[in-house]
């Protein structure tokens, strides 16, 4: 059972990335907008659109009660850093960004993947490179006989994670995603430490909530609202003796903050890995030996 607690990208971390900030037109505070109309401020990196016709010098970052602006999301640029994974950031053949690390960083996933293949590298201060690692996101799990082989149409894994890394304050991170000729996709690039908790138990259990609604009308119909699903995963694990209130430090410190969470790299392709949010953590306390903790995390969309 390990975590991953992402550090806080910022325009300062953000040494250089080759998806441009262009969504939208820039906006202008002469320029009057119409409803519907959608800018971006590049301060804030979002994309805003205007609710009302007639929008003229009304600064979408200090309209806090919406009066004349939404704001709808992250740009695509930024959206791989926003905490969140239903906007993903696209890009026709490659997604490269370059971080300067402001802590330590051990480990980096990436969530919402469609791509071929993912690279990492981490530059020393002087710009010698030290890691690099590419992982392959063909899955093939359903590859099991001859006929499957030649009847298999590809499927890429959504998750990869990169553990080892020896990235200190003032080195390069560096991410590449590869599509080849189609388009590259990812949700969210967590860079951060890992924290390792203890070691997974068979029972930990794998989930979905669906928010879709179902409803009956007055003659006994049936309709259904389709809304949107998120994963859920219960992890059991055992700490020796003695660390559990390092576990309980660890998962209070990331409260209300997103972090990565997952059993292991090789179980990642088992459904065993989630962006997202701990709930409850309970560590039922032993004299000796190991206790046994659990805790729920629920992914964010």
């Not at 969470?261 to 088992?270: H, I, M, N, S, T």
């Amino acid at each position: 059972m390990k975590m991953i607690a992402p550090i806080t990208v910022t325009d300062a971390v953000m040494a250089s990335s080759n998806v441009p900030e262009t969504d939208c037109p820039a906006w202008a505070a002469g320029t009057t907008y119409a409803l519907g109309a959608r800018v971006i401020l590049t301060a804030t990196h979002a994309i805003y659109e205007s609710v009302q016709a007639g929008n003229t010098g009304h600064n979408p970052a200090t309209d806090t009660t919406s009066t004349w602006w939404i704001r709808v999301g992250s740009t695509n640029r930024w959206r791989a850093f926003d905490n969140r994974t239903g906007q993903k950031t696209t890009r026709s053949g490659t997604i490269d960004y370059q971080l300067t690390l402001p802590s330590i960083c051990t480990a980096v996933a990436l969530v919402g993947l469609s791509a071929g293949s993912v690279r990492v590298r981490i530059s020393d201060a002087g710009g010698t490179l030290i890691f690099d690692q590419t992982r392959q996101l063909v899955d093939r799990t359903d590859v099991a006989s001859f006929f499957s082989y030649f009847t298999y149409a590809p499927v890429y894994s959504e998750r990869a994670v990169f553990e080892g890394l020896p990235g200190y304050v003032g080195y390069t991170l560096r991410v590449t995603i590869n599509a080849g000729v189609g388009t590259a996709e990812v949700g969210e690039i967590v860079a951060g430490k890992m924290f390792e908790f203890g070691t997974t138990l068979v029972d930990t259990e794998i989930s979905f909530e669906d928010m879709s609604v179902r409803e009956r009308d007055d003659f006994g119909s049936v309709f259904i609202v389709q809304r949107d699903a998120y994963d859920t995963i219960t992890f059991r694990f055992a700490i020796p003796a003695g660390g559990e209130e390092r576990v309980r430090r660890a998962v209070r410190d990331t409260r209300a903050r997103p972090a990565f969470f997952y059993a292991d790299v090789e179980l990642v392709g088992r459904g065993l890995a989630v962006y997202g949010l701990a709930k409850p953590l309970r560590i039922p306390l032993q004299s000796a030996g190991t206790s046994i903790a659990t805790l729920e995390t629920e992914e964010l969309s």
